[in-house]
């Protein structure tokens, strides 16, 4: 997709791991100038080497689980680029525990306040902003375990399928003031986040290649195009909704 993102501002959290970083580069390829967010600053430091996009990328250290961090992400982004267009709301951290009834309530709150209330307070705090400038685009990460679950992955699945509740409830109360907010559902990329799942649980990526009917897992790339996509004045209609680029893995 060759759609153009020249004059837009873009933030991505989650900006210094596999699917931010790579999403970062393209929105910066396509013209944007992005805002690169992440707990980590190394991680994130190395995404803007990578990007290679000079004055036009930023890092800002920011915690998504965090209002004061995420506030101050926001006012900064509008301070140094003017407005707050696109919005990738994708920090996540991932879960491997035991059966439900052994995930102490610590294991489960954990996850979910990253992964849930994090995309949550996000949009508290993006949605003024693009209200305020007239619109914007919100794009969050779910994931298939947004709409499926597979076994140990409780707290994960139930964080997932609250970003999809999020995702809906946003659209419907914003759409019609200019604020597009949609989710997108990654099959199985390969990423540090995938890394880790194999090493403390060998075997785990094999098994999940045989979900994927295209035969392959994924890659940043096919889901920083899509995100780039809705980013995008041409997905203009696009709200509210679920995109699955997940080599089919909904399918079966
Ligand atoms: N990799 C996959 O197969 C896959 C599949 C479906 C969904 N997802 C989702 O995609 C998103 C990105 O995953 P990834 O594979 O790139 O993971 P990753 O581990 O490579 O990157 C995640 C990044 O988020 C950052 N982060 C963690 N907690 C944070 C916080 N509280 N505030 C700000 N940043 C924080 C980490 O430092 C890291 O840089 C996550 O939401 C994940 O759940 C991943």
């Known amino acids: 997709m060759t759609e153009s993102l020249a004059g837009k501002v873009a933030i991505v959290t989650g900006g210094g791991g596999g699917i931010g970083r790579e999403t970062a580069r393209v929105?910066?390829?396509?013209?944007a100038r992005v805002v690169v967010a992440d707990l980590?600053?190394?991680?994130?430091?190395?995404?803007?080497?990578?990007?290679?996009?000079?004055?036009?990328?930023?890092?800002?250290?920011?915690?998504?689980?965090?209002l004061d961090s995420m506030t101050a992400l926001v006012r900064t982004t509008v301070d140094r680029?003017?407005?707050?267009?696109?919005?990738?709301?994708?920090?996540?951290?991932?879960?491997?525990?035991?059966?439900?009834?052994?995930?102490t309530v610590e294991q489960f709150n954990k996850i979910i306040t990253v992964n849930l209330t994090g995309v949550f307070?996000?949009?508290?705090?993006?949605?003024?902003q693009m209200l305020a400038q007239g619109g914007g685009s919100i794009i969050n990460t779910a994931s298939s375990l947004g709409q499926a679950a597979i076994a140990h992955q409780s707290a994960y699945v139930t964080s997932k399928h609250g970003v999809i509740?999020?995702?809906?409830?946003?659209?419907?109360?914003?759409?019609?003031?200019?604020?597009?907010?949609?989710?997108?559902l990654p099959g199985?990329?390969?990423?540090?986040?995938?890394?880790?799942?194999?090493?403390?649980?060998p075997g785990f990526k094999?098994?999940?290649?045989?979900?994927?009917?295209?035969?392959?897992?994924?890659?940043?790339?096919?889901?920083a195009?899509?995100?780039?996509w809705l980013g995008s004045d041409a997905a203009s209609f696009a709200t509210g909704a679920l995109f699955n680029i997940d080599g089919g893995y909904l399918a079966i």
Do not use: C
């Open 165 to 184: 509740g999020l995702t809906r409830a946003a659209a419907v109360e914003y759409s019609d003031r200019g604020v597009r907010v949609n989710a997108i």
């Open 206 to 223: 094999d098994a999940l290649l045989a979900k994927h009917p295209i035969g392959r897992l994924g890659a940043p790339r096919d889901i």
């Open 121 to 128: 307070i996000s949009m508290k705090v993006e949605i003024p």
């Open 40 to 66: 980590s600053e190394e991680a994130g430091r190395e995404t803007l080497e990578v990007m290679g996009a000079g004055d036009d990328a930023i890092f800002v250290r920011a915690n998504v689980a965090d």
């Open 225 to 228: 195009e899509a995100v780039a």
């Open 81 to 103: 680029f003017g407005s707050l267009d696109i919005a990738h709301n994708n920090a996540g951290i991932e879960f491997s525990g035991p059966d439900l009834a052994d995930v």
């Open 27 to 31: 929105l910066a390829e396509k013209g």
């Open 188 to 201: 199985v990329i390969q990423t540090p986040m995938i890394d880790a799942l194999e090493e403390t649980h």
